[in-house]
């Protein structure tokens, strides 16, 4: 099997992104605890149950989970954008964060809108200070760069993944990069694996992908027929899906004896 190109995901793959959105909620919490007095683990797990819950019930649910933007993502992007989509997304989101924190402080008897408006705040801004790197993601895209072309292919909202990307100071290893958000399509559809792998001019059957997301990333691979879905187990984040990888590795210092092995 000759290998051309290896596709990576951003998210938890590259970056840090579930725990650190966990990190940043963990410091508001905090935050909240000084400045209302609330019980901290309770106001984390209010907070987490709401914002799952008034981001499924949104009217913006549909398209985010099409592209790919959690309810974590709700929370700080700012979703920047002319498409009718994201306007309304963007319109949205404001009210959704100041009601996910005001119904968590108002749950341990706190009425303060102004206290909800200032953890908000604090939300995104953390979020964007604890930003860091999968360990090995540079020593790893350093290696691989010398013999296959390197490709990003992430789901997610254009500014927000576009943002993560600019911050984590890998895009100069890719040869090409696509955003779901910027064509409408998030993984698992093939459409956007296609779109990317015609940026790098490689066909399906001499491409790998690697990513965390059994649901997006490894079934992305296979309905796309590419050569290996390589799946990155990333501890605490696994999904019970269906879904088998070709290889399995925990750490991305994994990949290119895997790959060269091919």
Not at 48 to 59: A, L, V
Not at 150 to 178: H, M, V, W
């Amino acid at each position: 099997m000759a290998i051309d190109a290896i596709l990576f995901d951003l998210d938890d793959t590259l970056i840090v992104d579930e725990a650190v959105s966990k990190e940043a909620l963990t410091s508001t919490a905090a935050m909240a605890s000084q400045c209302a007095g609330v019980k901290n683990l309770a106001f984390l797990a209010d907070v987490k149950k709401m914002g799952f819950d008034f981001w499924q019930k949104g009217p913006c649910y549909d398209y985010a989970k099409s592209i790919g933007i959690s309810f974590h993502e709700c929370l700080w992007g700012h979703f920047e954008g002319d498409k009718p989509e994201l306007i309304k997304l963007r319109e949205w989101a404001h009210t959704y964060r100041v009601a996910v924190f005001s119904a968590a402080l108002r749950a341990q008897g706190h009425i303060d809108e102004d206290a909800a408006e200032k953890l908000s705040a604090n939300f995104s801004m953390r979020r964007r200070q604890l930003q860091r790197l999968m360990p090995d993601a540079v020593e790893t895209l350093v290696r691989l760069k010398t013999t296959y072309k390197i490709a990003l292919l992430t789901n997610g909202a254009p500014d927000l993944q576009r943002e993560k990307i600019a911050a984590s100071g890998l895009a100069g290893y890719f040869d090409a990069i696509a955003v779901s958000g910027e064509h409408g399509i998030g993984k698992p559809r093939p459409e956007i694996f296609d779109i990317l792998l015609g940026k790098i001019g490689v066909p399906r059957d001499r491409a790998v992908m690697v990513g965390n997301s059994l649901e997006r990333d490894i079934a992305g691979a296979l309905n796309s027929e590419l050569a290996a879905a390589v799946w990155l187990q990333v501890s605490g984040s696994e999904e019970h899906a269906d879904v088998k990888p070709h290889h399995t590795i925990r750490g991305l210092h994994e990949i290119p004896a895997l790959v060269a092995g091919f």
